[in-house]
């Protein structure tokens, strides 16, 4: 099992730029999580998905969307990114309702200049 | 406000015992998570406690008092891999988890 997979590692944009981070999990889980890492900071929530198809706000949700079309994926998207988004972007996972593991993918370092 | 406080540095020798505190201010709680990340790496998940009382798992245990709101890390017989940054992390409700800034630990030779 590869466990959660994230792509693409690194990558910069210019600011007004737009693109999507990968996150896939072959663990058959439920739960889908995208947090960011900023110094200092520990790890914010971004959305969470309890479900394939469904979606909801976490703590900083403003200039990114997300969907789960299929429940082995949760794709983050950045419509026009600014300055303020570059971090460590982070995708885990955790089984269902009573889990309290997460599981977390390697993460993608995002610049944008 | 929802918050979680820890230290953000902590010092000890290699073969020493250190505590890593955590006090938690959320609007719900289910549990107490802790966990560990190399730099450069992801986090791992090293424990948990939803109930009062002491956790271990080998070398590390993990404590929580709810009527504290409270809870801590305890790292024995340290090794210079231990060196790294660890997060507490409150389950709250809607099945949301939320973390501390992180305790960075040296672990000196």
């Known amino acids: 099992n590869a466990g959660v997979t994230q792509t693409p590692k690194f990558r910069v944009l210019k600011t007004g730029q737009s693109m999507t981070l990968l996150c896939a999990q072959d663990?058959?889980?439920?739960?889908m999580y995208w947090y960011r890492q900023d110094p200092g900071m520990g790890l914010r929530l971004i959305h969470y998905?309890?479900?394939?198809?469904?979606?909801a706000k976490g703590e900083v949700p403003d200039g990114y969307n997300v969907s789960r079309l299929k429940k082995q994926n949760f794709l983050l998207g950045l419509e026009s990114a600014a300055p303020s988004q570059t971090s460590v972007y982070f995708c885990a996972s955790s089984p269902g309702d009573s889990s309290y593991e997460q599981y977390f993918g390697p993460g993608t370092r995002l610049t944008v200049t | 406000g929802q918050s979680l406080e820890q230290p953000s540095e902590v010092t000890a020798v290699e073969g020493a015992i250190v505590q890593i505190n955590c006090t938690y201010q959320?609007?719900?709680?289910?549990?107490l998570s802790w966990y560990q990340q190399h730099d450069g790496g992801a986090p791992t998940f090293l424990s948990y406690?939803?109930?009062?009382g002491l956790e271990e798992t080998g070398r590390f245990s993990s404590f929580l008092s709810r009527s504290d709101s409270y809870g801590y890390l305890l790292l024995q017989e340290l090794q210079m891999k231990d060196s790294a940054s660890y997060f507490c992390?409150?389950?709250?409700?809607?099945?949301?988890?939320?973390f501390g800034a992180g305790t960075r630990l040296f672990v000196k030779a």
């Open positions: 663990m058959n889980h439920e739960y």
């Open positions: 406690n939803a109930l009062d």
């Open positions: 959320t609007s719900g709680f289910y549990g």
């Open positions: 998905s309890v479900g394939e198809g469904t979606t």
């Open positions: 992390a409150v389950r709250t409700g809607g099945f949301k988890t939320i």
